[in-house]
C-alpha cells in the first residue's frame, strides 16, 4: 500500500498497514503549499481546430505545488512478477472541497485499495486504505454525497467470483455497508452515481444461459447498504458490456456497450471446441432509469448504430441531458488510434454528434471532465484525450459538450493523466518510479465567438 503523502515542506503523511481484509486506517495531515520547482510553463502547439476555434494560441502551463502519493516499500521491487507501475489511479471525482482519488497499490499478486483527497490547490491531503483486494481487481469507485461524505466502491475477486464492498468515508469516521456478489465475468466493468436519495451500482456479468453479457445493478442507501434485490437493465436480447451511469436531478443515465458477433473466418469449429466469434460492432446505448433505477423509456442508440466503439466516457449535463465521449475504429477492440466524438442526448431522445478533428489520437479513453467552477473564460468542460505522440492533449467543450477547441500534443502537459477540473484547474498525476505525483496546470483556449443561432 501507499506508505505516505508529502508535499514540498517535507512533511509526510503515513498510513499503516493491517492483516485483515476489513480493516481500514484513516489518517490525515494538513501540508504546506508545495514550493518546490516544477516544470516551467510551455506554450501549446495548437494542432488542429473544430467549430468555434478563431486560430488564437492555446497555453497549459503547470504550477508549483506538488503532492507525492508514494507506492509501499512493502512491494517486491525486484519481482519479475511485480506490476510496472506501485499504484494504479482510477477515476476521479471533483466536489467542493477538492478532489478524491482512488487507487490500488501492489505487486501483482495482492493489492490494497485507498482513497486520497487532495484541497483544491494541494496545500493539503488526506489519505485512506480500504482493505486488501486480490487477483486483478481494478481500483475502486468513488462518488460524493452531501455534506463532504463519499461511498467508495471497492471490486474484489475470488475463486467463486466477483465482489463489490461499500463503504462511506465521511471526516475520520469510515462505515462499512453491504458486500454484493458480482457474478463470475473475469472482465467484468462496473460504475456508480449518487442522487439525493440513494445510489445506484451497476456492473456487467456473463448470462452463461444465453452466452451473452449483460447488465446488472443494486439500488443502496448513502450508508452504503443495499435496497431491495439485484436487477438486470439491459434487454435479454442484448449483449452487454462496460456500463457507466451517471446521475441527475430526476434519476439516473445508464450507458453501455452493445456487441455484434459472428464467427471469425479463420476459424473453423470442431466438435470439441465452440467456434471462435469476434466482434463485428460495438456501440453505445443509454437507457433513463428514474431516482429508484427503474427503466424509462426503452435504451436509446447514442453512436453510430455501425459503430466499433472501443472505450467511452459518460456525464450528465447541467441540464438533465446525457453527455458522452467514445472513440471508435473499425479494427479490432483494443487498438489504439480512430476517431473522437462527443454527443448529447435530450431527456426527449434527441442525439447530437460532433467529431473532435484535428490531429490523430492515441488509444485511451477521451475523458469527459466538467469544471463546477469555472471562471470567466474558462470551459465549462475538457476532454482528455491522447496525441498519437503520447503526450496528453485536450478538447475544450462547451457546456453542452460541442468541441470549442482541440490543444493538440506538445502543450506542456507531457507524459500525465488529467484527472479532474475545479476552479480553471487541471489536476495531473504523473508516474515518478513506483510513486505517483499530483500536480496543477491551467490550459486556456480562444473563445468562440457567439454563434448565429444562439448555440452552445
Given at each position: 500500500?501507499?506508505?505516505?503523502?508529502?508535499?514540498?515542506?517535507?512533511?509526510?503523511?503515513?498510513?499503516?498497514?493491517?492483516?485483515?481484509?476489513?480493516?481500514?486506517?484513516?489518517?490525515?495531515?494538513?501540508?504546506?503549499?508545495?514550493?518546490?520547482?516544477?516544470?516551467?510553463?510551455?506554450?501549446?502547439?495548437?494542432?488542429?481546430?473544430?467549430?468555434?476555434?478563431?486560430?488564437?494560441?492555446?497555453?497549459?502551463?503547470?504550477?508549483?505545488?506538488?503532492?507525492?502519493?508514494?507506492?509501499?516499500?512493502?512491494?517486491?521491487?525486484?519481482?519479475?512478477?511485480?506490476?510496472?507501475?506501485?499504484?494504479?489511479?482510477?477515476?476521479?471525482?471533483?466536489?467542493?472541497?477538492?478532489?478524491?482519488?482512488?487507487?490500488?497499490?501492489?505487486?501483482?499478486?495482492?493489492?490494497?485499495?485507498?482513497?486520497?483527497?487532495?484541497?483544491?490547490?494541494?496545500?493539503?491531503?488526506?489519505?485512506?486504505?480500504?482493505?486488501?483486494?486480490?487477483?486483478?481487481?481494478?481500483?475502486?469507485?468513488?462518488?460524493?454525497?452531501?455534506?463532504?461524505?463519499?461511498?467508495?466502491?471497492?471490486?474484489?475477486?475470488?475463486?467463486?467470483?466477483?465482489?463489490?464492498?461499500?463503504?462511506?468515508?465521511?471526516g475520520n469516521e469510515v462505515t462499512w455497508g453491504s458486500e454484493i456478489d458480482g457474478g463470475r465475468d473475469e472482465a467484468s466493468g462496473f460504475d456508480v452515481a449518487a442522487t439525493a436519495d440513494g445510489a445506484l451500482l451497476v456492473w456487467d456479468d456473463f448470462i452463461s444461459e444465453r452466452a451473452m453479457g449483460a447488465i446488472v445493478g443494486a439500488s443502496l442507501d448513502h450508508e452504503g447498504h443495499i435496497r431491495g434485490g439485484l436487477r438486470q437493465f439491459s434487454p435479454p436480447a442484448s449483449d452487454a458490456e462496460a456500463p457507466r451511469v451517471a446521475a441527475h436531478a430526476g434519476g439516473y443515465w445508464l450507458a453501455w456497450l452493445s456487441v455484434s458477433l459472428q464467427p471469425a473466418e479463420e476459424v473453423t469449429a470442431s466438435h470439441s471446441e465452440p467456434m471462435a466469434m469476434r466482434a463485428t460492432r460495438r456501440w453505445i446505448e443509454v437507457l433513463r432509469l428514474d431516482a429508484a433505477g427503474q427503466p424509462q423509456g426503452e435504451p436509446i442508440t447514442a453512436s453510430s448504430p455501425?459503430?466499433?466503439?472501443?472505450?467511452?466516457?459518460?456525464?450528465?449535463?447541467?441540464?438533465?441531458?446525457?453527455?458522452?465521449?467514445?472513440?471508435?475504429?473499425?479494427?479490432?477492440?483494443?487498438?489504439?488510434?480512430?476517431?473522437?466524438?462527443?454527443?448529447?442526448?435530450?431527456?426527449?431522445?434527441?442525439?447530437?454528434?460532433?467529431?473532435?478533428?484535428?490531429?490523430?489520437?492515441?488509444?485511451?479513453?477521451?475523458?469527459?471532465?466538467?469544471?463546477?467552477?469555472?471562471?470567466?473564460?474558462?470551459?465549462?468542460?475538457?476532454?482528455?484525450?491522447?496525441?498519437?505522440?503520447?503526450?496528453?492533449?485536450?478538447?475544450?467543450?462547451?457546456?453542452?459538450?460541442?468541441?470549442?477547441?482541440?490543444?493538440?500534443?506538445?502543450?506542456?502537459?507531457?507524459?500525465?493523466?488529467?484527472?479532474?477540473?475545479?476552479?480553471?484547474?487541471?489536476?495531473?498525476?504523473?508516474?515518478?518510479?513506483?510513486?505517483?505525483?499530483?500536480?496543477?496546470?491551467?490550459?486556456?483556449?480562444?473563445?468562440?465567438?457567439?454563434?448565429?443561432?444562439?448555440?452552445?
Open positions: 500500500m501507499p506508505r505516505s503523502i508529502s508535499g514540498s515542506t517535507g512533511a509526510v503523511l503515513r498510513t499503516m498497514g493491517g492483516g485483515s481484509r476489513w480493516a481500514l486506517l484513516l489518517s490525515a495531515a494538513l501540508l504546506s503549499a508545495c514550493t518546490c520547482a516544477s516544470d516551467p510553463p510551455v506554450a501549446s502547439q495548437r494542432a488542429g481546430q473544430t467549430e468555434g476555434s478563431r486560430g488564437a494560441p492555446s497555453r497549459c502551463a503547470i504550477g508549483s505545488a506538488q503532492q507525492t502519493l508514494h507506492a509501499s516499500s512493502e512491494a517486491s521491487a525486484g519481482d519479475a512478477t511485480s506490476d510496472l507501475f506501485a499504484i494504479e489511479l482510477g477515476p476521479a471525482i471533483v466536489g467542493e472541497q477538492g478532489y478524491w482519488v482512488p487507487w490500488l497499490s501492489g505487486d501483482g499478486r495482492k493489492s490494497t485499495a485507498g482513497l486520497t483527497a487532495l484541497k483544491p490547490d494541494l496545500s493539503a491531503s488526506s489519505s485512506a486504505t480500504l482493505g486488501i483486494v486480490h487477483w486483478d481487481a481494478a481500483p475502486p469507485r468513488v462518488v460524493a454525497l452531501a455534506n463532504d461524505a463519499v461511498l467508495a466502491i471497492v471490486p474484489d475477486a475470488d475463486a467463486s467470483g466477483d465482489s463489490y464492498r461499500v463503504a462511506r468515508v465521511q455501425d459503430a466499433m466503439v472501443q472505450s467511452f466516457d459518460l456525464q450528465a449535463g447541467h441540464d438533465g441531458s446525457a453527455l458522452l465521449s467514445w472513440r471508435e475504429d473499425f479494427s479490432n477492440a483494443g487498438t489504439s488510434g480512430g476517431r473522437v466524438f462527443v454527443g448529447r442526448l435530450t431527456a426527449g431522445g434527441d442525439v447530437e454528434r460532433h467529431a473532435v478533428d484535428g490531429e490523430k489520437f492515441g488509444g485511451t479513453l477521451p475523458t469527459l471532465l466538467f469544471d463546477p467552477r469555472p471562471p470567466s473564460g474558462v470551459p465549462h468542460a475538457w476532454l482528455t484525450l491522447e496525441s498519437a505522440a503520447g503526450d496528453s492533449a485536450l478538447a475544450a467543450l462547451s457546456p453542452m459538450g460541442r468541441p470549442l477547441e482541440v490543444l493538440g500534443g506538445g502543450i506542456g502537459l507531457g507524459v500525465a493523466s488529467v484527472l479532474g477540473a475545479l476552479n480553471g484547474q487541471l489536476l495531473l498525476a504523473r508516474p515518478k518510479g513506483r510513486d505517483v505525483v499530483f500536480l496543477l496546470a491551467r490550459c486556456g483556449y480562444q473563445p468562440a465567438a457567439p454563434r448565429p443561432d444562439g448555440g452552445a
